[in-house]
């Protein structure tokens, strides 16, 4: 079978079931009802197999119809995928290289970034964008990104990961609080406390593991989601509860709020450039191990 009739057969027929009728499937497509009956009964006679039951008022699929539907779905998924894996990796090779960096990471690495200069290209070919690191990892899988540099965890087998580094949780508290006098403070300490940190679906990763452990510690903390870090200072500074917040943060002092170094090391934020392991050998190679070293040599660790 042509592979033209075999791509037109199956958007045919799974637009039929996605509208529930060849009347409604063909106001979709833009096509007359009755070809699209003439079309998808000659798709039927090149398979040797009828995929539709229509001697019934009702349009249904028979049993080799519904066979056939969710593999059909299947491979116009693939193809869809293909066709944007090689468009974006166009944009890749002749676009400017887009750099994506999550608004959680260390506020040490964006004078770094901005001060990136792209490969044999001028500068104003350098793209930088702000996302979350869940949003980032399929950007970068989609090839809208050329590298990431993000939150762990970060688990896909397509992506090439290395730690550039780590910092501990502090917490954000009321100047005036009942913790405020203490040098650290211990997760224990945050029992029967309102919490204020990131939202989940920002990095459903860190934000699971984090209040795991938490709970495992014994601590029952009621958290409320926020969007980042400067709005967690800012319910903190109003008197609405304490805030988990990365070392860096503490950049965002405010009068009437201090910091205190979370002791439990398991808490802690690590920050990792991530890009596709086919990007990674490839032109964009010399590029991203400069990128490392310049990220590795602000030694951000755990003090």
């Given at each position: 079978m042509q592979s033209r009739l075999l791509l037109e057969g199956q958007v045919f027929v799974v637009v039929i079931v996605q509208e529930g009728s060849f009347v409604r499937a063909a106001q979709k497509l833009g096509i007359p009802v009755s070809s699209l009956s003439r079309r998808v009964t000659l798709f039927e006679r090149e398979l040797g197999v009828r995929l539709f039951d229509r001697s019934s008022r009702k349009t249904?699929?028979?049993?080799?119809?519904?066979?056939?539907?969710?593999e059909a779905n299947a491979s116009l998924t693939h193809a869809e995928c293909a066709w944007e894996l090689a468009r974006h990796q166009a944009l890749l090779e002749h676009g400017p290289i887009r750099l994506g960096y999550s608004a959680y990471v260390h506020s040490a690495l964006l004078p770094v970034l901005r001060r990136l200069r792209a490969p044999d290209v001028e500068a104003s070919a350098m793209v930088l964008e702000s996302a979350s690191t869940i949003e980032m990892v399929q950007r970068v899988l989609r090839g809208e990104l050329h590298a990431g540099i993000g939150v762990h965890p970060i688990r896909d087998p397509d992506l090439w990961t290395s730690t550039i580094g780590k910092e501990p949780f502090y917490l954000c508290l009321p100047a005036d609080h009942r913790l405020a006098h203490k040098a650290t403070v211990a997760v224990r300490d945050l029992h029967g406390e309102m919490v204020f940190w990131i939202p989940r679906s920002g990095h459903r990763?860190?934000?699971?593991?984090?209040?795991?452990?938490?709970?495992?510690?014994?601590?029952?903390?009621?958290?409320?989601?926020?969007?980042?870090?400067?709005?967690?200072?800012?319910?903190?500074?109003?008197?609405?509860?304490?805030?988990?917040?990365?070392?860096?943060?503490?950049?965002?002092?405010?009068?009437?709020?201090?910091?205190?170094?979370?002791?439990?090391?398991?808490?802690?934020?690590?920050?990792?450039?991530?890009?596709?392991?086919?990007q990674r050998g490839g032109p964009l190679q010399g590029f991203i191990d400069d990128l490392l070293f310049r990220l590795r040599s602000l030694k951000i660790g755990i003090q």
């Open positions: 249904e699929l028979t049993k080799a119809g519904r066979l056939f539907v969710p990763g860190l934000y699971d593991a984090t209040t795991k452990y938490i709970h495992s510690i014994g601590a029952e903390v009621v958290f409320q989601e926020v969007r980042g870090v400067s709005h967690v200072i800012e319910f903190v500074s109003h008197g609405f509860g304490l805030g988990l917040v990365p070392r860096s943060a503490i950049r965002l002092m405010r009068t009437g709020v201090v910091f205190k170094q979370v002791a439990d090391q398991y808490l802690r934020v690590e920050t990792a450039l991530f890009a596709r392991k086919d």
